[in-house]
């Protein structure tokens, strides 16, 4: 029955094809060649209307002539590639195109024609690139803009300006740079304006906001503004403000407005008394419901009366310059889910009133010197508890360490608590309870210790007790002694920086093949940047204990940058740490600017950098642990997370150990697998080479930077590291990886896209046919490396003959033999002759398997 439907539904959409084409130019042909172009099927007949007209499309609307379309919505449809001329931007009495959630790559250049119609556009989510055209000012009618989550670049159009109806404008996570456009303040019925993580610079003018009264929503946060922000005082509508991650200065009194709900002033340089705003009339204090000002300057003393802020759900106020002070008053909190006190120099006990807040997801409380007992928290949607680095003491309450196998991080390490180890998992235990006592009691039956029969009797049991306690401790020592010597590698991967305080550095640590130092005093005072989960504040000392020292025994690969170690920080996060040890020419402001843009880059087919530490001249870089190894280990047949110490070019972030291998060789023996791989590489390439600003060229691509995430989704790694290094022409890690660098490596010369594109090639040569890049027995061929004899067997048109026999029965041989002419275009010694990364993702969406192909 499955069968009858989809073939009545090809059915139907051909005839509403063929009913279109019969009108050339008329909407329901534009609208059918646009779907067509972009690779899309014909949206099906809404469930409620069996007529076959175009206008009862699923997303289109029409007039009431059902003749013109006024709506067109194809979200998230597959669209692919550049909008096509002459199709949709023909459709003269269009207002609303929403084609968000595709693979969009380039406008069309007569889509500013529909400005005297259109009212909204959203192209949010697509990977179009490039700067936007002064004829976005065409759209003089528009209402609603939303060109987010794309790779838009250079400065934003003054032209916009002329949008004076404009009253949502969304520009986010894009790399526009320059100052903030005059232009915008001119559209003065904006309600929505999101200029969020670009690269914007300069400062504000003084009358930027004087205009746009109409402001309710308002983020600027993740760009490279400086200076004070201009008044806002005259914004009587404005509920949402965040200007966080800026490099912002003044007082805080100035921002703060009796209309926010939600302020975030987080990450910039605002500094003064945070109490001279505690009777400030400009503060409406019964809506405020999200209030977050750390990672600032301020000083003095918290809020007095934290209780009278009675809305508040999140309250973060960490890692600022306060004075020493006793915890506020937060008794009327009562609605409070995140609370974030972390380094503000508390004192003295916890109130007792929290054990009251029911619905606290979040509290940190860390890196202060608190004193007293922890409190009761009983709240059962508590998910995330940081009490680490204070002066706690006493028992952890029972009922709270009942709670924490369903919590999703919890740290009490470096108090004078104490609790019972038994009741807990030991991975959890070793990681969050870090120096503290172990209080468990030793069982015993009282029936064995009751006074029956003579005196005689009595001193029989108290010596054969005595006897047996004695036996006991002997045998203790014996086995302690002998687990001791047997064990010792074990023993020191369970030695805590806690027991070692008084040891300072530099640190020394030693791999397979070097030494690195971390020339760190105390490892408690270098902190850990992390950037999806900032609540949780790590230092080196977390990473000591987390790698047991960089121990060997969590050593993974010595890659060319530097070893890489496996761990787990106090969260429960399992992450990949990898040393940058050529990172000293760089300076340490330099380091942590690319080191945090790095950071904002995320793309499905790139692993992710999720934090990083400054550890003296040495850069760790924190990655999302890839749980499915590299993709030159399971192509060649390598145990998974093993390789020869003389191969350390390769990083591989597994161990063969952990027993959680999701993949075998036999998941990279079908021709559509190993084009899913190619494609999701070449994808994060295009990202980097044409979604970045400024673009990132890789510098070496190679199987072994490919890693395979829980779904089997390829993740390119190493990306962007070759600036944080500081890697000149001259340095020897310049030349790349042997067997995947290109020719024009071996002159000094900078280096371009066309280098990644040359080792992409290597890559799809190996996907397609089995081989290593070097090494290995090429058939038919005299030819030392695997580029030489693919190359050669493609120019005798004998490329079918290069397949791995292992994927040529398992889909169509065409496509294979056509994936080895895109490496042959590649890899062509003069660079001018490779095409683009966008150029490869189209061709080989070109030859992408279908099911049938399988």
Same mark, same amino acid.
């Given at each position: 029955m499955g069968s009858g439907i989809l073939a009545f539904s090809l059915f139907l959409a051909l005839l509403l094809r063929c009913l279109a084409f019969q009108q050339p130019n008329t909407d329901g042909f534009l609208i059918s060649e646009f779907f067509t172009k972009m690779g899309a099927k014909l949206p099906?007949?809404?469930?409620?209307?069996?007529?076959?007209?175009?206008?009862?499309? !699923?997303?289109?609307?029409?007039?009431?002539?059902?003749?013109?379309?006024?709506?067109?919505?194809?979200?998230?449809? *597959?669209?692919?590639g550049a909008i096509p001329e002459n199709t949709i931007a023909k459709l003269s009495k269009l207002q609303v195109l929403d084609l968000s959630m595709n693979n969009i790559t380039e406008l069309s250049s007569d889509l500013w024609g529909l400005g005297s119609s259109l009212k909204t556009l959203n192209l949010s989510i697509? =990977?179009?690139?490039?700067?936007?055209?002064?004829?976005?000012?065409?759209?003089?009618?528009?209402?609603?803009?939303?060109?987010?989550?794309?790779?838009?670049?250079?400065?934003?159009?003054?032209?916009i300006s002329s949008m004076s109806g404009l009253r949502l404008l969304n520009l986010s996570r894009n790399a526009f740079e320059g100052r903030m456009s005059e232009g915008i303040a001119n559209c003065k019925n904006l309600v929505v304006l999101d200029l969020s993580n670009n690269e914007l610079g300069g400062e504000f003018s003084d009358a930027f906001f004087s205009s746009l009264k109409n402001l309710s929503f308002l983020d600027f946060s993740g760009n490279r503004i400086q200076g004070r922000l201009p008044d806002l005082s005259g914004m009587k509508s404005i509920s949402y403000l965040?200007?966080?991650?800026?490099?912002? =200065?003044?007082? @805080? !009194?100035?921002?703060?407005?009796?209309?926010?709900?939600?302020?975030?002033?987080? %990450? %910039?340089?605002?500094?003064?008394? /945070?109490?001279?705003? %505690?009777?400030?009339?400009?503060?409406?204090?019964?809506?405020?419901?999200?209030?977050?000002?750390?990672?600032?300057?301020? !000083?003095?003393?918290?809020?007095?009366?934290?209780? =009278?802020? !009675?809305?508040?759900?999140?309250?973060?106020?960490?890692d600022n310059r306060f004075s020493h002070q006793n915890f506020p008053n937060t008794q009327n909190l009562l609605n409070l889910e995140y609370l974030n006190l972390s380094q503000t120099n508390l004192t003295g006990p916890i109130p007792s009133e929290f054990s009251e807040f029911i619905r606290l997801k979040i509290v940190d409380l860390s890196h202060n010197q608190l004193t007293g007992e922890t409190p009761d928290l009983i709240s059962v949607k508590l998910r995330v508890l940081d009490l680490s680095s204070n002066n706690l003491s006493g028992e952890i309450p029972l009922q709270?360490?009942?709670?924490?196998? /369903?919590?999703?991080?919890?740290?009490?390490?470096?108090?004078?608590?104490?609790?019972?180890?038994?009741?807990?998992?030991?991975?959890?235990?070793?990681?969050?309870? @870090?120096?503290?006592?172990?209080?468990?009691?030793?069982?015993?039956?009282?029936?064995?210790?009751?006074?029956?029969?003579?005196?005689? =009797?009595?001193?029989?049991?108290?010596?054969?007790?005595?006897?047996?306690?004695?036996?006991?401790?002997?045998? @203790?020592?014996?086995?302690?002694?002998g687990c001791r010597k047997s064990t010792r590698a074990w023993a020191v991967k369970q030695l805590s920086f806690k027991e070692e305080q008084n040891v300072s550095g530099p640190y020394s640590f030693q791999t397979d093949s070097t030494t690195w130092v971390a020339d760190v005093k105390v490892a408690t005072s270098v902190p850990i940047i992390m950037f999806e989960k900032p609540l949780l504040n790590f230092t080196f000392a977390d990473l000591l204990s987390a790698t047991s020292n960089f121990d060997?025994?969590?050593?993974?690969?010595?890659?060319?940058? *530097?070893?890489?170690?496996?761990?787990?920080?106090?969260?429960?996060?399992?992450?990949?740490?990898?040393?940058?040890?050529?990172?000293?020419?760089?300076?340490?402001?330099?380091?942590?600017?690319?080191?945090?843009?790095?950071?904002? /880059?995320?793309?499905?087919?790139?692993?992710?950098?999720? *934090?990083?530490?400054?550890?003296?001249?040495?850069? @760790?870089?924190?990655?999302?642990y890839m749980e499915n190894g590299n993709l030159h280990n399971l192509l060649h047949d390598l145990p998974l997370g093993v390789q020869t110490t003389e191969d350390w070019s390769n990083d591989t972030w597994d161990d063969e150990n952990n027993g959680s291998q999701n993949i075998t060789t036999e998941g990279a023996t079908t021709w559509r697998f190993r084009h899913t791989i190619a494609l999701g590489v070449a994808r994060s390439l295009a990202f980097l080479h044409h979604g970045c600003f400024p673009q990132i060229v890789h510098r070496d691509v190679k199987s072994s930077s490919i890693y395979l995430d829980s779904a089997l989704e390829p993740r390119l790694s190493d990306f962007g590291l070759s600036k944080v290094v500081g890697i000149n022409s001259d340095d020897q890690m310049s030349q790349g990886t042997t067997g995947y660098a290109p020719p024009e490596l071996s002159e000094p010369e900078m280096a371009t896209p066309k280098l990644d594109v040359y080792s992409f090639g290597i890559v799809l040569f190996e996907l397609v046919t089995g081989k290593k890049p070097i090494g290995d027995e090429y058939p038919g061929e005299k030819e030392s490396t695997l580029v030489g004899w693919v190359r050669a067997m493609v120019k005798k048109n004998h490329g079918l003959m290069a397949v791995d026999p292992k994927i040529r029965e398992t889909g169509s041989e065409k496509q294979m033999e056509e994936a080895l002419r895109i490496a042959y275009l590649c890899t062509a010694d003069?660079?001018?002759?490779?095409?683009?990364?966008?150029?490869i993702v189209g061709l080989l969406k070109d030859i992408e398997p279908v099911a049938r192909d399988q």
């Open positions: 099906l007949l809404s469930l409620n209307d069996s007529s076959s007209s175009f206008c009862s499309w !699923s997303g289109v609307s029409c007039d009431s002539t059902r003749e013109n379309v006024v709506e067109l919505r194809a979200s998230g449809l *597959g669209l692919s697509n =990977r179009i690139t490039g700067p936007l055209p002064n004829n976005v000012g065409n759209f003089g009618y528009m209402e609603t803009l939303d060109l987010s989550h794309n790779g838009f670049s250079g400065e934003i159009p003054a032209d965040n200007v966080s991650g800026n490099l912002l =200065r003044g007082s @805080i !009194s100035d921002v703060l407005l009796e209309t926010l709900e939600v302020i975030d002033l987080s %990450n %910039n340089q605002f500094e003064g008394l /945070i109490s001279q705003v %505690n009777h400030g009339s400009r503060l409406g204090l019964s809506s405020l419901y999200y209030l977050d000002l750390s990672g600032n300057h301020l !000083s003095g003393t918290l809020f007095s009366d934290l209780g =009278r802020f !009675s809305s508040l759900k999140h309250l973060n106020l960490a709270l360490l009942e709670m924490l196998p /369903i919590m999703e991080a919890f740290n009490f390490s470096y108090n004078n608590l104490t609790f019972c180890a038994d009741k807990l998992p030991f991975q959890k235990y070793n990681s969050s309870f @870090i120096g503290l006592q172990n209080s468990c009691p030793i069982a015993a039956n009282p029936n064995m210790l009751a006074c029956k029969g003579s005196k005689h =009797r009595k001193r029989k049991l108290a010596l054969a007790v005595a006897l047996s306690v004695a036996f006991f401790l002997l045998g @203790i020592g014996c086995v302690f002694y060997r025994g969590m050593l993974l690969a010595e890659g060319r940058f *530097g070893p890489v170690y496996r761990g787990f920080l106090p969260s429960g996060v399992q992450v990949a740490m990898k040393v940058l040890v050529h990172g000293s020419v760089v300076s340490d402001q330099d380091a942590a600017k690319e080191l945090e843009r790095l950071g904002r /880059i995320k793309h499905p087919n790139l692993v992710p950098l999720t *934090g990083y530490c400054l550890a003296g001249d040495q850069r @760790i870089a924190i990655y999302e003069l660079p001018s002759k490779r095409p683009t990364m966008q150029q």
